[in-house]
């Protein structure tokens, strides 16, 4: 893309496979309103078989609910949150009363993401048919180590780079930009930088390593309540997608391809 490109406006560049791609994990989600049955085996239980032959493996989790103020005596703010994964635990699938995210720590291209998406929202519907969706979103997450830290300046665009591309990088320890962007009903946020070893900006997606890193965090999701519907979803992320993979080219350079793979 060129350097005067409005990625949120821009036409979607074709995509370049990257055999290498720093990707530690993709998620999209939907939330809804609650439906209290979800939290019930017997409810579940035809969602589960629905989904069970790509993801067989299911475990019950316990996860702090959302709570708006303070509970009250005696609440207790968790939920129920059933998690379903394939035997190599590289894809997973969760279902809680408010909730559905498809994750995926091994992404390979968008049209995979979204047919597993379509499958998964297609059982939801049937099985559990919320009828609204709060909230849409997919988010992309690269994380950088090594070499490519050092020679950030030459794999992200300076208007991405910030500080690491100065003179100060040999000082910087942590590092974060973070940035919402509007385009009609929907928002991205967009979130980069230097994190040092041990360190995280969001430990439910980012698990802290060993080593400094450099992260490129995107997400794109809706912002207003809309009546649910399985088609609309599915144009809806793979506009997210689409829009994302636009911005993530706008932040990159040709070099960050070559190193992670790309024919350029």
């Known amino acids: 893309m060129g350097p005067t490109d409005d990625p949120l406006l821009a036409t979607s560049p074709s995509e370049v496979p990257l055999p290498k791609a720093p990707h530690i994990r993709v998620i999209a989600q939907i939330r ?3 439906v209290a049955a979800v939290g019930q ?3 579940v239980a035809p969602f589960q078989k629905a989904i069970g032959s790509r993801y067989p493996v299911l475990r019950q989790e316990q996860m702090h609910a959302l709570v708006f103020g303070l509970p009250g005596p ?24 408010d909730f559905l995210a498809l994750e995926t720590t091994s992404y390979t291209n ?13 059982s939801l519907a049937e099985h559990v048919a919320p009828k609204v969706v709060d909230r849409l979103g997919v988010r992309y997450i690269d994380r950088l180590v090594g070499d490519a830290v050092t020679d950030i300046a030459k794999l992200v665009r300076p208007e991405v780079c910030g ?19 509007k385009a009609d009903s929907t928002q991205l946020l967009a979130r980069w930088g230097s994190l040092p070893a041990g360190a995280t900006v969001d430990p439910s ?39 994302l993979y636009t911005f993530f080219r706008w932040a990159v350079t040709d070099e960050f391809l070559r190193r992670y793979g790309g024919s350029v």
């Not at 968008?110 to 297609?122: H, K, N, Q, T």
């Open 110 to 122: 968008r049209a995979d993401l979204l047919s597993r998406f379509a499958e998964v929202s297609s």
């Open 205 to 243: 997606a980012i698990e802290p390593i060993n080593e400094p890193s450099w992260i490129l965090d995107l997400d794109m999701f809706n912002v207003s309540p809309v009546p649910f519907s399985n088609e609309r979803l599915l144009k809806d992320l793979a506009h997210f997608s689409e829009r």
């Open 74 to 97: 005696g609440q207790m703010p968790f939920q129920t949150v059933w998690r379903f994964s394939d035997v190599e635990s590289v894809w997973r699938v969760s279902l809680a009363p």
């Open 41 to 43: 085996q017997e409810f």
């Open 163 to 181: 500080v690491a591309g100065t003179s100060l990088r040999t000082h910087v320890v942590h590092s974060i930009t973070e940035s919402i962007f």
């Open 32 to 34: 809804f309103p609650l």
